[in-house]
């Protein structure tokens, strides 16, 4: 198990799966660190820990 990961520039990719990415590698990381834009953020549950704001 990777303690850490960061996923960055995924707006090329649908956000469906996006989520459905984010959903498979929460089983292998500890902390899983997402840059997404608002429209693709919204698919993802609403359990997950958001930063808004810097």
């Not at 520039?9 to 929460?26: C, P, T, W």
């Amino acid at each position: 198990m990777m303690p850490f990961m960061v996923l960055n520039s995924l707006e090329a990719i649908d956000s469906d799966r996006i989520a459905q990415l984010v959903q498979y590698f929460e089983d292998y990381v500890e902390y899983l660190v997402v840059a997404l834009l608002p429209g693709d953020a919204q698919v993802l549950d609403v359990s997950v820990n958001r930063i808004t704001a810097i």
